[in-house]
C-alpha cells in the first residue's frame, strides 16, 4: 500500500521522460530483422519493453543492453530461430500482437503465453485476417492466449481493418513485409503511425495513400541504424494533467514525441483551455518537442469516435481533467478501452466515483458531471493492476484534500518505474 500526498505548494521542475514505449517495442523488433548492428537509445525500461527484448534474445536475436541504450544484432527477416520454449508475453499486448504478424512469416512454430490478464484479452482481431496472409494461428476456444503460430511463407493481401487498432495494423504490416506480393492495408480511422515511419527508416518499401490506406511491398532485407526513442508522451499525460490541476505549477518536458497521431492529449487540453507552450526541435523521423505547462482553469469536454484514437492511452486522464471542471463532459466511441489491461472504461468510472464525482458509464464510454472539489468517499484506492489507472490515482491525489493511499502500485512499473522519483523532483 502506497501513501499518496497532497501537492499543496504546486508542482515545479524539468522532467526528461522515459522513452516512448510504442516505439521501443517496433524498434527491438524491427531492429532484430534487420541485416547488421541496430543501436537504441532512451529504450523505455519498463517491464513491457523488456518483455519484447526476451522475447528477441529467446528467438535468436544477441541484443546487448546497458540502462537505456540497445544493441540489437540483426539476424533478417528470416533469421529468427525457433524458441527452446514458449515465450513469455507477460502483460504485454504490444509484443503479442506484433509477435503474431512477424511469427506467421518464419519456417518454425511458436507458442505465445500471458498472465491472467493479457490471456482474457481479444486475439481473434489479430489472427483471423492473418489467415488472409497465409497465416496459422491457434488460440484457445475463447480467442485469447496461449496461441500457436504455424509460421510459413506468406502471401500479400488486402484488408480493411474493423477496428482502429495501431497493434492489428502493425501485425499486418509486418506480415505484409514478409509476404510474396503487394498488400494494401485500409484503417477504419487513422491511429499512430510509428510502424510504417520506422520501417521506411530501416528501408523498407512502405507508402500510405491519404491518411488511411497503406501499401506494403515484400521487403528482401532491412538495413540496421541508429535510433534516439523520443520522450513517451503517454507518460508524459501524467505531468501534463498534474501541472494543469494542482495550482501554482509550472512543469517543463523535455524532447517528448510529438508524432501527430499521438497528441491527442495536447490537442484535449487545447481545447479545454489548458495553458500549454510548445517548442518543435529538429527530428529524424518522428517530430519531437519540448513542453511546458503551467495551472489553469478548464472547461467541459465532448469526445466523439474520430479523437479516441490520438488519445486512447491518455482517457483516464482526460476523464480526471473533466471531473475537475463544473458541468458535463462525454467521451463516447471509446469501447476499445473495455480490451486493455483492465476494462479502463468501468474502472476508469469507479475511481472517479470513489472521488466523489458523478458519472454515467456508456457502452463505448461515459458522461461526467464535474465539480472542482472533490469529497473522497474512501481513501484506500486499486490500480486494479493497470499501470497508467495506478498513475491517474497518483496524479488525482495531488489535488485531493487528504492523503491517498494506491493498492497495487507495482503495476506502475509496466510503462514509467520512476514515477514516483520523477514526482519527488517536482514536489515543492
Not at 528501408?203 to 534516439?228: F, S, W, Y
Not at 529524424?284 to 469516435?305: K, Y
Amino acid at each position: 500500500m502506497k501513501e499518496l500526498q497532497r501537492a499543496a505548494n504546486g508542482l515545479a521542475g524539468t522532467i526528461s521522460l522515459p522513452g516512448d514505449k510504442s516505439m521501443s517495442h517496433r524498434a527491438v523488433m524491427i531492429g532484430s530483422l534487420a541485416t547488421g548492428l541496430t543501436t537504441i537509445d532512451q529504450f523505455a525500461q519498463g517491464e513491457d519493453c523488456q518483455t519484447t527484448v526476451n522475447a528477441c534474445r529467446a528467438l535468436g536475436v544477441q541484443i546487448d543492453q546497458e540502462k537505456t541504450r540497445l544493441v540489437v544484432h540483426g539476424v533478417g527477416l528470416r533469421g529468427l530461430k525457433k524458441a527452446p520454449d514458449p515465450l513469455q508475453m507477460n502483460n504485454s499486448g504490444t509484443t503479442t500482437r506484433l509477435l503474431m504478424g512477424i511469427l506467421a512469416g518464419q519456417n518454425f512454430t511458436s507458442c505465445l503465453l500471458g498472465d491472467r490478464s493479457l490471456s482474457q484479452r481479444p486475439m481473434k482481431r489479430v489472427s483471423d485476417p492473418l489467415t488472409l496472409f497465409g497465416g496459422e494461428v491457434q488460440l484457445s476456444a475463447a480467442g485469447t492466449l496461449p496461441a500457436v503460430i504455424r509460421g510459413h511463407f506468406l502471401h500479400g493481401a488486402n484488408y480493411q481493418l474493423p477496428v482502429a487498432s495501431a497493434q492489428l495494423k502493425s501485425a499486418l504490416l509486418f506480415a505484409a513485409l514478409l509476404a510474396d506480393r503487394p498488400s494494401r492495408i485500409i484503417e477504419k480511422l487513422p491511429t499512430r503511425n510509428h510502424t510504417e515511419i520506422m520501417l521506411r527508416q530501416f528501408g523498407a518499401d512502405v507508402k500510405t495513400n491519404g491518411d488511411r490506406e497503406i501499401i506494403v511491398h515484400p521487403a528482401k532485407a532491412l538495413v540496421a541504424r541508429t535510433l534516439r526513442v523520443p520522450g513517451d508522451i503517454s507518460s508524459a499525460a501524467f505531468w501534463l494533467t498534474a501541472g494543469t490541476l494542482v495550482p501554482h505549477s509550472q512543469i517543463r518536458l523535455s524532447k517528448v514525441g510529438l508524432n501527430p497521431y499521438r497528441t491527442g492529449i495536447l490537442k484535449v487540453l487545447t481545447r479545454m483551455g489548458a495553458n500549454l507552450a510548445i517548442t518543435q526541435r529538429p527530428a529524424d523521423g518522428e517530430p519531437i518537442g519540448d513542453v511546458v505547462v503551467r495551472s489553469g482553469h478548464l472547461r467541459p469536454i465532448t469526445l466523439g469516435p474520430a479523437d479516441i484514437p490520438a488519445v486512447i492511452d491518455e482517457l483516464p486522464l482526460v476523464a480526471l481533467l473533466a471531473a475537475s471542471v463544473p458541468g458535463q463532459s462525454s467521451i463516447r466511441g471509446a469501447g476499445e478501452l473495455r480490451f486493455k489491461e483492465t476494462d479502463r472504461i468501468k474502472a476508469t468510472i469507479a475511481i472517479l466515483r470513489q472521488l466523489g464525482v458523478t458519472v454515467t458509464e456508456l457502452p463505448d464510454g461515459m458522461v461526467i458531471t464535474g465539480k472542482p472539489d472533490w469529497q473522497v468517499m474512501d481513501p484506500v484506492f486499486d490500480s486494479f493492476g493497470d499501470h497508467r489507472l495506478g498513475m491517474m490515482v497518483a496524479v488525482a491525489a495531488l489535488k485531493a484534500k487528504q492523503p491517498l493511499f494506491l493498492a497495487n502500485s507495482a503495476a506502475i512499473d509496466v510503462s514509467y518505474p520512476r514515477f514516483f522519483a520523477d514526482l519527488a523532483r517536482l514536489m515543492r
